[in-house]
């Protein structure tokens, strides 16, 4: 059984920081790409950010410039830090990756974290 726990979310002013951090656990062989995807009310879920496991990062336009994803292939961790967050940063956001358990590849999500960036 594999999960994804998330942590970091909640409420900052426009223009702060903060930094989104995901742990996952159990049975792993290895973890391909990992990144975050964001929901906001009545929009469809949308790409933040992705990375590789060599490394390569991808991000949407929205966030281009504001927010940085990395992480550690040791800890299993992927982790999102938001800068001159804005009021349209608002959503939850959810962890996913794709992980080997020796056998098969499969994707995983997390549980979801809250952002809100008021104004």
């Known amino acids: 059984q594999v999960q994804l726990v998330e942590s970091g979310g909640g409420l900052v002013q426009a223009g702060g920081s903060l930094r989104l951090s995901c742990a996952a656990s159990?049975?792993?062989?290895?973890?391909?790409?990992m990144g975050w995807y964001r929901q906001a009310p009545g929009k469809q879920r949308e790409l933040v950010a992705g990375?590789?496991?060599?490394?390569?990062?991808n991000y949407g336009d929205p966030v281009n410039g504001r927010f940085t994803i990395s992480r550690d292939n040791v800890k299993n961790t992927v982790c999102l830090q938001m800068n001159s967050l804005k009021p349209e940063d608002t959503a939850v956001y959810y962890c996913?990756?794709?992980?080997?358990?020796?056998?098969?590849?499969?994707?995983?999500w997390g549980q979801g974290t809250q952002v809100t960036a008021s104004s």
């Open positions: 996913t990756a794709s992980i080997n358990n020796s056998s098969y590849t499969s994707d995983y």
């Open positions: 990375i590789t496991r060599g490394g390569n990062t």
């Open positions: 159990g049975t792993i062989f290895h973890i391909d790409t």
